[in-house]
């Protein structure tokens, strides 16, 4: 990992462990929000090409009706891309899953990880102040984390996309 002063100011900004350990905890809670298993460490991966590229967010259906198999056969490019974009990205979730634990936000164990509830109030209020555009990403990562649940195990959900642990 690239030492902080030396991160272009777009990586700083836009990828830095502080937000993304933030749509990490949205992505946790909605997975938990209907049986409350934790989300599994692969999934987590996913979350951040999903949610932060703007054109793959707001792609996204509306409601988890539509399943992420449905979903993934009617845009593939989107399906490439975010295969490709896991890759990229994993350095930044790595480093986010370390903050968010490390700061009590999310809460790591061998089944996955879960949001931690003592830090809810504390997202929330700091959400309410952000721009438009990180609260839709909290918004979307939330969604993602109750697709995710639906679509299966882990392992269905890395197959459709074509990612390997």
Known sequence: ??????????????????????????AAAGYVAKRNPAMPLAMSFLVLPFVLHRPTRESL??????????????QPLIRARVAERAVALRPFTQEALLFGGAHQLLVLGADGIRASASAKKTIESGLAETSDEVRACAKRADFVGKWFEKAGKAETVLALLGVRP
């Open 1 to 26: 990992m690239t030492l902080w002063r030396e991160r272009s100011i777009e990586e700083r900004h836009l990828l830095n462990p502080s937000f993304c350990s933030v749509v990490l905890w949205y």
């Open 61 to 74: 259906p509306r409601t988890t009706a539509t399943s992420l198999a449905a979903w993934l056969t009617d």
